[in-house]
Every structure is written in C-alpha cells, then in structure tokens.
C-alpha cells in the first residue's frame, strides 16, 4: 500500500534558520507528491507539489524536489520567519486510485523571533 | 480560493445522537472527500465520492455514511455518535480534469465534540 513518513516534531527555529523538514514515502506506481501547510484554526493549503521525478516544487521561499531514488520530497527554505509557524503535511497520490490523498502525521514548526 | 464551505463549523452534541455535517462547493469538481484530523494521526480518510451517488469508504469509515445526491453537496452523517468521533472534519474537493494530479481542496473544517 501507499504511505508517507514525515520527520515527527515539533520543531522550533529562531526567525531566519534553515528550516528542513523530512518525507519518505512508499508508492504503488508512479506518485504525485505534495506538501500541505495549515496555519493554526484553517483548513489545509497546499504550499507545493511535483508530479515526475526531479521536478522542484517551489512556493514562498519553500522548495522540495521529487527524489524517486530515495523515495523522497524533503521540504526546505532557506531562512524562516514568524509567520511560517504552521503544521506541515506531506502527501502523495496515485494515479487511477480516485485521486485520494494519503498523508503523513504532520510536523509542527514553530518559529521563535 | 476554492469555493469549499462546511456547516456547521462547531457543533457539540451527546452520545448516541445523530449528527450531519455538510460540504458545499461552488467548482463543480468530481471528487469530494471526508476526512477527520486527530492529533498524532495527520488527516485520515473516511469516505469519498466520485460522481452524484458513487461513494466508497477510505481507512476509518465505520460509524459513518455518506450521501451525495447533487454534485455541490456531500453529506457526512455519524448515525449514533460517540466520544471517539470527537475530531476535526475536513472536506476536500478535486478534480481530475483539471488538475490531473490528485491535488485537493480543503475546506475550513468542522470541530465536533461528542460528550
């Protein structure tokens, strides 16, 4: 079956560190893979995604490339700030499976000033 | 934004009462999705719906069912509630068409307490 596993958390940064947040997956076929952001009391946004092996999604300063070798969708960005404090979700889906999505548990990062 | 509405948006009720949560989208998208979100859990499935009256159920369906009789709305419906049913409820929308990549939509969710 399909699955995703994300780096638990939480994690704390100081405003302006380098943020990296770990996603392995397991995939029938051949999978799209997303990032998710949700800001305390919203609903779930999506912040990026890939489609094929060694796209780059890229939105907001925040970057995750599509690793089929390492079966990998790592999230990074260079220097956060206050406002990314958020839960983050990554997320695949596989084609001909009803588009459904299958998430990891989430991470919750929390940026300090 | 996508247009994803869900009501009630709070609602608390007793064990053993039968609750329906409603999701309302304006895209006239495909495929509709329930989910509840529990802490150390991210979002699970409950069921999903490919067209008006196709449904199917996702990882967590028992204890729920579905209806979809118009392509904008898709009911979740808890017909005894219990305290384990206390969760966030999320809808999702997608369309295949469009996106072709299984990206969705979310909607602004429902708190359900059961007490």
């Known amino acids: 079956g399909n699955s995703v596993t994300q780096m638990e958390g939480p994690v704390t940064l100081s405003e302006e560190a380098f943020l990296t947040i770990n996603c392995t997956y397991t995939a029938t076929g051949y999978p799209s893979l997303f990032w998710y952001v949700q800001y305390p009391g919203e609903g779930l946004q999506l912040l990026l995604k890939a489609t094929k092996a060694d796209d780059k999604g890229s939105n907001k300063g925040f970057e995750a490339t599509y690793r089929k070798e390492t079966t990998s969708f790592h999230l990074e960005k260079g220097s956060v700030q206050v406002s990314d404090s958020a839960v983050y979700f990554c997320?695949?889906?596989?084609?001909?499976?009803?588009?459904?999505?299958?998430f990891g548990k989430g991470t919750l990062l929390t940026v300090n000033p | 934004d996508a247009g994803i509405t869900q009501s009630p948006r709070h609602k608390v009720t007793e064990t053993g009462t039968p609750v329906t949560l409603r999701c309302h989208q304006t895209e006239n998208h495909r495929y509709m999705y329930w989910y509840r979100q529990d802490p150390g859990h991210g979002l699970r499935l409950i069921h999903y719906?490919?067209?008006?009256?196709?449904?199917d159920k996702g990882e967590v369906s028992d204890g729920y069912s579905v209806s979809r009789s118009k392509t904008e709305d898709f009911l979740l419906t808890l017909e005894s509630a219990t305290s384990s049913q206390t969760s966030v409820y999320f809808c999702?929308?997608?369309?295949?068409?469009?996106?072709?990549?299984?990206?969705?939509?979310f909607g602004p969710g429902t708190r359900l307490t059961v007490l």
């Open positions: 719906s490919y067209g008006v009256k196709d449904t």
């Open positions: 999702a929308i997608s369309d295949s068409g469009l996106a072709g990549d299984g990206e969705q939509f």
């Open positions: 997320a695949l889906s596989v084609g001909g499976s009803n588009y459904k999505l299958t």
